[in-house]
């Protein structure tokens, strides 16, 4: 029989995992042209973890399109497609692939605040079993604060709400939209401020400069941005990103004005899309969705700007640009596959942000700070549900 001339990944089925680390299926649908040399009794797709070595099948019959499921995770899956009649099989069609695993669709979120205004970032765990937060002031002693209700959905989203130098506790409702907040100096507030049906997700920053994070949510339906500004409750809107999951948004001070700027990071190209304040743009290619990079920006260098960096989910290595002199830092610093979640932040208060994983299997941080030294802390309980909290999903990419 002929060859099979081509097959591709068609539809992608993203599931959503949030606060969970529990492997789920990924669903695949696929599709393939037709065999040609006719007589044709059906076809039977191939897959597996290696190029050319493929280690589970099914037969699906006369058809061209099927949906498989797969436990794959954290890892390229690749496929290709034979047709078979009584005399015999058809060669192998061309190989599709598929990147398979979790990502942060909010990444900033996971960047850890200073609880106790001492200038250095603080280990923090929310837990989803009860909504308590746990912080380990570097300061010396913890916060704590019984904050959220898991069962309605509620996301960490810590930043400075109030501009008192402090981190404050605080909510995103997923189920409602609604945010509340625990500042340390203004005490609690809540606003209504997004769309659960519409996807949106929660991007709390300093979009105007005073000191203050801004409530703010990304729309991933339509790809806009949403900001109430804290300096007059105005909004500030505008629409920057692709609709769809592709995009995970990743504001930041990128020119190092004071303002953070919307920004995403594209996964199915490795590209970062940048909105300045005054307008401009500028896009940069780092990141390959063929290694499940994560985006992890940060000032890196201290120069007062947000450097563009990833973290390589297939080998637990991270790559970083710096903004002040347009070099580059590589660090092998992390183990996916026992759970470790990307941290950065500047945790021994030197201007400059350290390389930090919570590893969500043992509950245990470990830090490589940016001019050296090292250090481990143990400070979360991943049996009662310890997060660093964020929007958690499982991801499929088209990759060719």
């Keep these: ?22 492997a789920e299926a990924a669903t695949i649908t696929l599709a393939w ?32 399109s099927t949906t498989v499921s797969t436990t794959i995770n954290e ?43 001492d200038g250095k970032a603080d280990a923090m ?10 912080a380990s002031n570097s300061g010396g002693g913890t916060s704590s604060a019984g904050w959220g209700a898991p069962s309605l ?6 930043a400075d709400y109030d501009g008192d130098g402090r981190t404050d506790f605080a909510v995103y409702r997923n189920s409602t939209g609604a945010w509340y907040l625990n500042q340390t100096r203004d005490g609690g507030a809540s ?3 997004g769309a659960p049906t519409l996807k949106d997700l929660p991007v709390p920053e300093d979009y105007d400069g005073d000191g203050k994070a801004d409530i703010s949510i990304f729309r991933r339906t339509t790809g806009e941005w949403f900001v109430r500004r804290s300096t007059n409750a105005s909004l500030f809107r505008i629409s920057w990103g692709a609709a769809g999951d592709d995009d995970a948004p990743v504001p930041g001070d990128y020119d190092g004005n004071g303002l953070a700027d919307v920004a995403v990071y594209r996964r ?21 969705p063929f290694f499940g990079d994560i985006p992890v920006p940060a000032d890196y260098d201290g120069d007062g700007k947000v450097d563009i960096g990833v973290f390589r989910q297939a080998n637990g290595t991270w790559i970083v640009h710096y903004s002040s002199n347009n070099g580059s830092r590589s660090l092998s610093w992390g183990a996916p596959a026992l759970g470790d979640v990307p941290a950065p932040a500047d945790y021994d208060g030197d201007g400059k942000a350290d390389f930090a994983v919570f590893r ?33 999903e499982q991801a499929i990419l088209s990759l060719w």
């Design 1 to 22: 029989m002929a060859k099979l001339k081509r097959v591709h990944v068609l539809i992608l089925f993203a599931l959503f995992v949030a606060f969970s680390s529990v």
């Design 33 to 64: 042209d037709p065999n040609t040399s006719g007589n044709v009794s059906g076809y039977v797709v191939y897959w597996g973890a290696q190029s050319g070595q493929y280690t589970q099948s099914l037969n699906v019959g006369n058809v061209t």
């Design 75 to 117: 890892s390229i899956i690749y496929f290709a497609v034979r047709a078979y009649n009584s005399v015999g099989m058809s060669g192998l069609s061309n190989e599709a692939a598929a990147w398979v695993g979790t990502v942060w669709r909010t990444p900033t979120l996971t960047r850890m605040g200073d609880f106790d205004g």
């Design 125 to 134: 765990v929310y837990r989803g079993s009860t909504g308590q937060w746990y």
């Design 153 to 158: 959905g509620d996301v960490p989203v810590p």
């Design 191 to 193: 606003f209504q401020w």
């Design 268 to 288: 199915s190209t490795g590209q970062w899309f940048v909105r300045f304040d005054n307008g401009t743009a500028i896009t940069w290619n780092w990141g390959s």
């Design 360 to 392: 969500a299997s043992t509950g245990a941080w470990h830090i490589a700070e940016a001019d050296g030294g090292f250090r481990s802390l143990q400070w979360g309980a991943p049996t009662l549900g310890d997060t660093l909290g964020g929007f958690k």
